[in-house]
């Protein structure tokens, strides 16, 4: 009898550590996110933050000039002005972006889109001067390319994922923005953003990290 309930007593050991579950330390339960495209998003919102507010802000509120100053140094020397302010993005031909900070009165506005839009005139002439671009969706990698020592490109896997980094940056940028419901025409406007530009003859297209509508 004492020999039957050993067994017995063994049986059950044997089968509760059969029920057992042995998870293998493998790359499905790491914290880290994977090296390939799979991973992307969650690299991508890690770096946003740990340095969207605390270094890109502060970057683009330390370079920022006035629409009125920026346009006089680049019209007197656009090679000059880029040495000084201005951030070129990657590649060949790719645009010279710029950090502003200015205030102007609205003079036409699209807001019934996804791509929603403010022409200011910043200069009190009655024509437009700049275009801020309020997303969600939004053009270009201005917010990127304004910090080339913060978002290398050669910090990245491939031409793909800094793709991802300029438009998640947009995404932040533009989710971040408080527009006032109503007709703005009239309207005075802050904002701060990044201008990228070829020339002294482009169209001043802006992206703004911050924006404040005026009572």
Not at 29 to 43: K, Q
Not at 63 to 85: C, M, Y
Not at 103 to 118: H, N
Request: with cysteine.
């Amino acid at each position: 009898m004492k020999f039957v309930t050993v067994t017995a007593l063994c049986l059950a050991s044997a089968m509760a550590l059969s029920g057992c579950k042995i998870v293998p330390d493998t790359a499905e339960n790491d914290a880290t996110p994977a090296a390939d495209a799979s991973g992307d998003a969650a690299r991508i919102e890690a770096l946003l933050a740990s340095s969207y507010d605390t270094e890109l802000l502060p970057h683009i509120a330390a370079k920022a000039q006035s629409v009125a100053t920026l346009r006089g140094q680049i019209a007197a020397d656009f090679a000059a002005a880029t040495a000084e302010h201005g951030a070129s993005g990657a590649g060949a031909g790719a645009p010279v972006n710029f950090a502003l900070k200015d205030t102007g009165t609205v003079v036409a506005s699209k807001l019934d889109s996804r791509a929603r839009t403010l022409d200011l005139d910043v200069d009190a002439d009655g024509t437009a001067d700049v275009v801020l671009q309020l997303g969600p969706v939004v053009r270009g990698s201005a917010l990127r390319d304004v910090a080339p020592k913060l978002y290398d490109f050669t910090s990245f896997r491939d031409q793909i994922e800094f793709a991802k980094l300029g438009r998640a940056l947009n995404d932040r940028a533009s989710g971040s923005l408080t527009i006032p419901e109503g007709d703005l025409i009239g309207k005075t406007v802050g904002f701060t953003g990044v201008v990228p530009l070829k020339s002294a003859k482009d169209k001043w297209l802006v992206t703004p990290v911050a924006l404040e509508v005026m009572p």
